[in-house]
């Protein structure tokens, strides 16, 4: 059954960096388009940014575009976030996603536990 899980998340102050990481499975990794998403305390699913199957094309939101890079190694079915410059609004819990269609990166078909982000003096 296709898994996902992701690590990396933690405390980090303002300014600060983090990488997140899902290890995916039970599924062609390779083939698949995949998103990281977010949901802060009260407020609803966002999402964040996405790679296409092959890594040669990566999108973000406005939110994030310059401060995050989004990843891929298809040799070992692992999907990463670096995020840099973090800011108080950033906390919340990230997730890995499976992209349902290609064109619709905020469309997913799966996605993993979350691990926690919060950015915090």
């Known amino acids: 059954q296709v898994q996902l899980v992701e690590s990396g998340g933690g405390l980090a102050q303002p300014g600060g960096s983090l990488t997140l990481t899902c290890a995916a499975s039970?599924?062609?990794?390779?083939?698949?388009?995949m998103s990281w998403a977010r949901q802060a305390p009260g407020k609803g699913l966002e999402w964040v940014s996405g790679?296409?199957?092959?890594?040669?094309?990566?999108y973000y939101a406005d939110s994030v575009k310059g401060r995050f890079t989004i990843s891929r190694d298809n040799a070992k079915n692992t999907l990463s976030l670096q995020m840099n410059s973090l800011k108080r609004e950033d906390t919340a819990l990230y997730f890995c996603?499976?992209?349902?269609?290609?064109?619709?990166?905020?469309?997913?078909?799966?996605w993993g536990q979350g691990t926690q982000v919060t950015v915090s003096s």
């Open positions: 996603a499976k992209v349902l269609h290609d064109y619709r990166l905020d469309e997913y078909d799966y």
């Open positions: 039970g599924f062609t990794f390779s083939s698949s388009a």
């Open positions: 790679i296409l199957s092959d890594g040669s094309n990566t």
